[in-house]
């Protein structure tokens, strides 16, 4: 069971098996979120615990499997004097890694964005756009050379 805080000051009390996610929001109001799913829909929490305490209180818990961390790139309101404009602000987000249903990579963004995932969170896929590369994604650093055939001894005669 895991125990959390939300950010209205309330407890919140639930098995780690039925969250979805757990983020860290572009817009910085609160530390954390999370969304789960009790059986009656997808619910999103905003909490007041940090985000690194939640990704591994939900993560040492079993509650999402073979996890994936992207850095979530979305638009923020911001304050520019008179005038209100948007910006894209990093959070971050972890999810199992069998939400992801398609992938796309982007280059030359001026913006910073370097993958867009369709993620199924809550039944219906959604875009997101990440600062992180397909390749770092997978783990794989992009001008790693790829490793040339290792020769297998053949096996001695009469053997």
Do not use: H, W
């Not at 069998?98 to 809550?122: C, H, K, Q, T, W």
């Amino acid at each position: 069971m895991l125990l959390l805080n939300t950010a209205a000051g309330e407890r919140l009390e639930i098995p780690a098996g039925c969250v979805i996610v757990v983020m860290r929001p572009c817009n910085g109001i609160n530390p954390s979120a999370i969304m789960y799913d009790m059986g009656e829909g997808a619910i999103v929490d905003q909490l007041s615990n940090p985000y690194g305490v939640v990704k591994k209180t939900v993560l040492d818990a079993g509650g999402i499997i073979n996890p994936i961390e992207v850095k979530l790139l979305e638009p923020v309101l911001g304050d520019t004097g008179d005038e209100a404009s948007t910006t894209l602000a990093q959070g971050r987000m972890i999810f199992a890694r069998s939400r992801i249903v398609g992938r796309r990579e982007v280059l030359e963004d001026p913006n910073g964005v370097r993958s867009r995932l369709f993620v199924d969170l809550a039944g219906n896929p959604i875009r997101i756009n990440v600062a992180d590369t397909l390749d770092e994604l997978d783990g794989v650093e992009a001008g790693d050379p790829v490793d040339a055939n290792i020769p297998i001894p053949l096996p001695s005669e009469g053997a």
